[in-house]
């Protein structure tokens, strides 16, 4: 007779959501590493991976995943999702002529656009 396993652990939602958070972060960073190349790369990772939330990419994940998909089936929509919502900042930024975002130079003002 077997001694039965004791079920894992289950995450607290803060480490679920850092979890998917991170599988998106690793995406985008893989995807943009791939596509861009010298000084696009440095200005899309300064713009896209070096800050923001996630939201709507983690959105994507969380979805994918609540309706029984594989959340790694979903990282590619969650970078495209990613990458135009940091487009519509950039684009805003430049017609409100706003010169910082998150505490730091806009994307437009930082790389003389």
Known sequence: MTTPQAPASTPTLQEYLDDRRQ???????????????????????????????????????????ALGGNPADALVAACAV??????????DDIQDHDEQRRGGLSFWKLFSI
Not at 82 to 91: D, N, Y
């Open 82 to 91: 990613e990458l135009c919502h940091g487009s519509s900042l950039v684009t």
């Open 23 to 65: 599988m998106v972060d690793t995406a985008l960073q893989a995807f943009i590493s791939e596509h861009y190349q010298g000084k696009l790369l440095e200005e899309m990772a300064a713009h896209v991976i070096l800050g923001g939330k996630r939201a709507r990419g983690l959105m994507s994940v969380m979805v994918c995943e």
